[in-house]
C-alpha cells in the first residue's frame, strides 16, 4: 500500500539554526512529492515539489528538500531558522492508482524559538 | 484577492441537520479537490472535479455527501442528515491542468464544521 509518513510529531529549533522535517515514502514506481506548510487560520500552501531529476528540490521561502531514492526520504530543510516558519508541515505522495490524488502525512508542528 | 475562497468559515449545526459549503477557486483552474481535515491528521480527499465532471470519489465518502460543480466554476459541498462525526475541517483546492503529475494545488482557509 501506497503511504507517507512523517515521524516527529513536532520539531523544535532555535532560530538560525538549520531546521529538517522528515518524511519517508513507499509507492510503487517512481514517487511524486510534495510539501505543504499551513500557517494557523490559513490554507495549506504548496513549498516545492520533485518529479524527477536534481535531487535538491528548491522551494518558497528559502525552503529546499532532499530526495533520496535508498532511504525512500524527502526531508524538508532549511539553513536558517526564522520565528515566522513556526507552522504545520505536511509531505505528501502522489498516488499512482488515481487521477492526481494526493496521499498525506499526518503533519509535523515546526517550533522555532527566537 | 485572487486566491481560493471558501465560504463560511465557520459552521455550527445540529445533528441531523444538512449543510453546504462553497467553493471559489482560481478562475483560471480546471480542477477542483474536496478534502477533510480533522486536528492532527493530514488532508483526507473527498471528491475531485476536472471542469464540471466529478472523476473521483474517495471510497470512504458516506452517501450523505454529495459535491456538485455545475458550470465548471463554483464548487458545493453538501452534507446530509449531519453526524457528530462530521465535525473537521473542510478544504477546498483547485489546480490548473493539464499537469500528468499532479499539479501544485492551491488551498482555501477551509471551512470548520462544528456538529452538536
Known amino acids: 500500500a501506497q503511504s507517507v509518513a512523517q515521524p516527529e510529531d513536532q520539531v523544535n529549533v532555535a532560530e538560525g539554526n538549520p531546521l529538517t522535517v522528515k518524511c519517508t515514502y513507499s509507492v510503487s514506481g517512481n514517487p511524486y512529492l510534495f510539501w505543504y506548510v499551513q500557517y494557523p487560520n490559513r490554507g495549506l500552501q504548496f513549498l516545492l515539489k520533485y518529479i524527477t531529476g536534481d535531487n535538491l528540490v528548491k522551494g518558497s521561502y528559502g525552503f529546499e528538500a532532499e530526495f533520496n531514492k535508498s532511504q525512500t526520504s524527502f526531508h524538508l530543510k532549511k539553513p536558517s531558522a526564522l520565528v515566522s516558519d513556526s507552522a504545520l508541515y505536511f509531505c505528501?505522495?502522489?498516488?499512482?492508482?488515481?487521477?492526481?490524488?494526493?496521499?498525506w502525512g499526518a503533519g509535523t508542528k515546526l517550533i522555532i524559538k527566537p | 484577492d485572487t486566491g481560493v475562497s471558501q465560504d463560511p468559515r465557520h459552521k455550527i449545526t445540529k445533528r441531523g441537520q444538512n449543510v453546504t459549503f462553497r467553493c471559489d477557486p482560481i478562475?483560471?483552474?480546471?480542477?477542483l479537490y474536496w478534502y477533510r481535515q480533522t486536528l492532527g491528521q493530514g488532508p483526507e480527499f473527498l471528491t475531485y472535479?476536472?471542469?464540471?465532471?466529478?472523476?473521483?470519489k474517495s471510497r470512504l465518502l458516506s452517501d450523505r455527501f454529495s459535491a456538485e460543480r455545475p458550470k465548471g466554476s463554483f464548487s458545493t459541498l453538501e452534507i446530509q442528515r449531519t453526524e457528530q462525526g462530521d465535525s473537521a475541517m473542510y478544504l477546498c483546492a483547485s489546480s490548473l491542468g493539464p499537469d500528468r503529475v499532479g499539479p501544485e494545488q492551491f488551498f482555501g482557509p477551509g471551512t470548520r464544521l462544528t456538529v452538536l
Open positions: 478562475s483560471e483552474h480546471n480542477r
Open positions: 505528501a505522495v502522489r498516488d499512482m492508482d488515481s487521477n492526481y490524488q494526493l496521499i
Open positions: 472535479f476536472q471542469n464540471e465532471a466529478q472523476l473521483e
